[in-house]
Structures are given as C-alpha cells and as structure tokens.
C-alpha cells in the first residue's frame, strides 16, 4: 500500500485554511469523494450526511467540501453541528452513500480535519484511505455532472432526534442522579444535556458556550481536572467530560477522582462483555491487561485509533474495546466511539447498581504511568534513530516484565510521544529521561 499523503490516525487533520485544509484543496477532496463513490457503486443515486463541530472554520470547509461533492451529482444531507458517532449511525440507519465528519476532535480551535464513514457507518479503512487519494491526487480532471444533474443539498437537522432517540433507549430513567457534564464548547453542548436531562437527572451543564473558538480550552475530555472540582463542589454523583465531537468520554467519580478509557473499558467489560475479547491499544494500562487476563478473558492490543479498535474487535468477535482517551466502542449499540452513549450506559450502570461510582471503579491496580510529548521538527523514522533506539532497547532490559516502553509520533500534531509504566515513579522519571535525551542528541526536538 503507498504511503497516505493526506490520512493520519484519525482522518485527515492539520490547521485551518492551510495545506490540506485550504478551500482549494478541501473542494478538490468533495470533486474527489464524489468521483471515488460513483466508481465504486456506479448506476446508484448517492447521498452523503456531513456535519461538523462547533470551529470557527468548519463552515468554510463544510462548504467547501459540499461544493466539490454536488459538482459530481452527489446529493448532499447536511446536519449541522453534531457528533462525530451521529454520522455513522446516519449512514447506517438510513442507508447513505457516506459519512463526513468535520472535526479536530480534541485538538484546539485553530486545527480541524475531515473524517470518512463508510456505508456500513465504520470509520474508512486504511484500504478505502489510500483508494480515496489515489483518486485526489490522479493526474487527470476528474469528471463533473451535467447541469441538469448536479448534486443538492438537503436540510438534515430533523433527522438528529432519531439519533437523540436511541441515545435515549440506550439507557435507563436516571431520575435521583445527579450528573455534571462538562460538553467542551463542542459538539455536544445541545445534545447531551437534552438526553440526560430526557432520562430524568439532575443535570449540571459545563462548557457549553462555544464561540467558535473556545472548543477544548481548559476543559473537557483532555482537561478533566475542570470537571473534577466541580462534580466535589455541587456533590454530584458522577461527571462526564466530552471532547470536541464528543466521541470520547472522561468520567469523574462522587470524590472527584478521574477515570479514563481504561477503567471505564474494564467496568462496561465486567456488566456487558461476558467471556468475550476485550481491546484495547498500546497505550492502555498494564493493569488493565492484567486484569482482564485474570477473568480467563483474551485480551489484544492494536496501534493507537478507534478504528484500529474497531477493526480487531470486529476480527476477534469483541463487544468492548477502546482507548485510554476515553474513545470507548460498544459494539451491540454504535461502530464507533460515541461519548454521549458510553456516559449514559455508565450513569445507568451506577443507577441500578445502588453503589457509588467509586465503587463501581478502581476495580485494577493501576501501574504508574507518565506520558511526555516533545514537540519536533521532523518525524524521522524511530528505527532510523541509532541513538533513540539504544536508549529504548537498554530501556525495555531495565524493565523486563515489569512495565512497559512505547514511543511513537503523533498521527495529529508534530509531537513525538513517550510513555513509560513501570512499578515505581523514580524508574519512570530516568527512563523517559534517558529517551528523551536521545531524542534531543538526534537534533529534531524543537527547544
């Protein structure tokens, strides 16, 4: 498969209004999208369903990318702003050609991407990735409708209260909980104060204000600690922290304490999975795996990305799987990480369990854990780094089997990322240490 020129871990991504997320370019990416759906299922009428988050630019790049897809003929349903886990339930419940997400995700405002659903409402494939830019970046003009066949645009924005819908019977009547939601100034600022406050809690709104440029400052799923204050200050029973296109969820517990993707993966395994695989990707916790592995449960690990996720969950017949981040998948309900889902399953857990959510959590012994990010002029191949690579093979002989190394570079921004679990604090500070120097000898951290 050729190197992807556009596609990261989760879509495309990078800065508004500069390569690839000119008008110019995103057009050519609708043109594109367009042309790759009718060769695919050609004699077939296409619809695609396109939303976005709550950015400044994601208007201009919506319009962008619909004016390239109506030029083919394709037929566009626009929603408006919404989650990311709506596309690809649209596309799966009302039968779509294809999902399009315009959204960052977590990253902050001056930053968006554009994210793919197939017609089976998944995540696109490497495979379908490199399709579509074999498509964009073909040397020829890529073919337009006539004019009395170009594409429309349809007003889609009823359509979200199916999705509300089934948010809705995903859950139980949370009537006696309450429960603080802190939506990122993002994508889930209507949605998921209406569901919760539909299944009859107490609902403690946060962030729910965007400006267009206010998405994911200080707040949110990758700013929990907001939410941890606050859930202590009102006596909440449990908080629930989105990101900006609300397909990750952070929980805090009635103490304030924060619990990521990986407790929430373990306790959804305890009340849904059975004897079912767990997944998980290479950031999750050793604990986790330990204890999954302690209930005769397989358990497997994928490259960082929810559709990494999904993809091994669908191979290995898994229910549940996720990402430390709190991207968590449950397969009987959505093909994707939704957080608005994962919140209420979790608040209806704690409903019926009649125990406090810390109980219902810290069910393993988590192994110290510190993640560093450095920022980088170039993402050179690690294996390519002689200096890097010695410091991380004497890093994994130090540690055995008593913790773990990983470092990779980020699929989103210029960062290389170093993780360190071991049994002790001390170890992990002279390991990340010691790498990280290596790094910096090797001349690409910026300083």
Known sequence: MPKKKLFGTDGIRGVANEFPLTCEMTQKIGV???CYLKAKYPDKKHTVVIGKDTRASSDMIISALISGLTATGVD?????????????????????SMGIMVSASHNPAEYNGIKFFNQEGKKFSEMEEASLELVIFNKYEL????PLEIGRIFDGRGLLESYAKFLEEAGTYLAGLRIALDCANGAAYMIAPEVFKALGAKVFIYNAEP?????NRNCGATHPEFLAEKVKEIKADVGFAFDGDADRC????EKGNIIDGDEIIALLSDYFGESEPVVATVMS???????IKSKGIEFYRTPVGDRHVSEKMEEVGAIIGGEQSGHIIIKRFMETGDGVLTAILLASILKKSGKTFSELTNVFQKYPQKLVNLRVKEKKPIDKLEEVKKAIADAELKLEDRGRVLVRYSGTEPLVRIMVEAESEDLIEKVISVIAEAFRREGIVEE
């Open 32 to 34: 594109a999208a367009g």
């Open 211 to 215: 400006d267009g440029l206010n998405i």
């Open 250 to 253: 952070v929980a805090v517990d």
């Open 285 to 291: 916790n050793l604990g986790l795996e330990k204890y």
């Open 143 to 146: 073919p337009k409708a006539s």
């Open 76 to 96: 566009v349903t626009y929603l408006g702003t919404t989650t990311t886990p709506s596309i690809s339930y649209m596309v799966k419940n009302f039968s779509l």
